[in-house]
């Protein structure tokens, strides 16, 4: 087992470790320990290069201190990834040997799934480490947190909706949403209860028919998804699916959805500020995830804390998208400076 440390810098910490036994080669990134310890999912990926992961691995992390941040919780931020393939190259024995490295962080950064990594692979991980959350056993196991991501989705959608439709009131208003995936159906259910009617889309066949049996989900190919007459257009699958190509497509007033990092570039806030179309920053609009993990890691077993800190992400939501109306700005750059100025203090 070798953990090398390599150079990065704006970040606290970046780590290249590497086991022959086990072929595990990961890259552990913490960007920021200032509001607590790092913590960020683990994402297993068939990267082309160690640069490839660690170009990820550095986004990923800087993005984690800014969702803790604006989530309130006493985190920073951090992301490993593992570069291997996870239908081929999974075992037991690279999940508990990555789980060694995360020990021997000694608590600077605490490791969840990501994409690629389930429940199972955790637990595999957690077996050599306690810096490890998002478990469904134990005494604080807080299990899978799409539902109550997908809560806090609904809520600062209806908060996007004052500012961008003039009603937070769902009922009768489209929502165009793309995936139904773990958070996207859990939305389709908060949508459908308020009364909202629902076009969506998905590459998964059953995941479209039980949208469609579920919610009445009007169905449309995934390409016909941004073209959709539609209030709200709500990203919930991949990341960077607003981009120049999809801006212009367009019909939705509001964008507000579960996807990471979906802009596609620095340029899509203003391209959607051109179009009248307002965003509600991702990182704010998604942390309830987070939130759920993080009770897991403080060791806190009361859901009200969880829900006072989710009903505190629409709170921060109104708070960003009314700044950005009242000084012209975009809401995706408030938010930045939002969290900017929490770490200042810190
Ligand atoms: P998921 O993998 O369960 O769902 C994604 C869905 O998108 C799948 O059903 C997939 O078939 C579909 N999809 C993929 N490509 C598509 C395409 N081109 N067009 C339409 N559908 C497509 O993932 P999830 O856990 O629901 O997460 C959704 C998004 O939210 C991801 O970007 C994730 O990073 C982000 N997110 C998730 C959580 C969480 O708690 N799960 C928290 C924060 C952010």
């Known amino acids: 087992m070798k953990l090398k440390e390599l150079d990065a810098p704006g970040y606290e910490r970046v780590v290249l470790a590497s086991d022959d036994a086990t072929g595990l080669r990961s890259i552990i990134a913490i960007h920021s320990t200032k509001l607590g310890p790092a913590a960020g999912g683990c994402r297993m990926f ?18 984690m201190t800014y969702k803790n941040a604006a989530a309130s919780l006493p985190l920073g931020g951090g ?57 469904s056993d134990g005494p604080f196991g807080s299990g899978d947190p799409s539902p109550v991501t997908a809560r806090g989705v609904f809520l600062c959608m209806q908060v996007a909706a004052k500012y961008g ?35 969506a889309t998905d590459i998964n066949a059953t995941a479209i028919e039980e949208a469609s049996s579920r919610f009445g989900a009007r169905i449309v190919d995934p390409d016909a998804i941004y073209g959709v007459e539609a209030d709200i257009f709500a990203p919930c699958a991949m990341g960077a699916s607003i981009s120049p190509g999809s801006i212009p497509q367009l019909k939705a007033k509001v964008v507000a959805g579960a996807a990471n990092n979906q802009l596609a570039d620095e340029n899509c806030g203003q391209l959607l ?19 759920n993990v993080a009770a897991e890691i403080l060791k806190i077993s ?38 900017d100025n929490i770490l200042a203090k810190a």
């Open 46 to 63: 068939n990267y082309e290069n160690i640069d490839a992961a660690e170009t990820d691995a550095l986004r990923l992390a800087k993005g």
């Open 79 to 135: 992301k490993s990834v593992i570069i291997a393939d996870p239908r081929k190259d999974k075992t037991p024995e690279l999940m508990q040997t990555f789980g060694k490295f995360v020990n021997e962080l000694a608590g600077t950064y605490y490791t969840a799934e990501d994409v690629g990594i389930s429940v199972e692979d955790i637990a595999e991980a957690a077996k050599f480490t306690s810096y490890a959350a998002g478990l």
């Open 165 to 199: 439709l003039g009603t937070n009131d769902l009922m009768g208003k489209t929502v165009a949403v793309q995936g139904l995936g773990h958070v996207g159906m859990h939305l389709c259910a908060h949508l459908h209860e308020a009364g909202a009617k629902l076009v």
């Open 273 to 291: 500020a051109d179009r009248g179309i307002l965003y509600a920053p991702d990182y704010v609009v998604n942390g309830g995830g987070i939130i």
């Open 302 to 339: 009361e859901q009200a804390w969880v829900e006072e800190k989710v009903i505190r992400l629409a709170d921060t939501t109104d708070q960003i998208l009314s700044q950005a109306t009242t000084t012209h700005a975009l809401p995706h750059i408030v938010a930045d400076q939002w969290v």
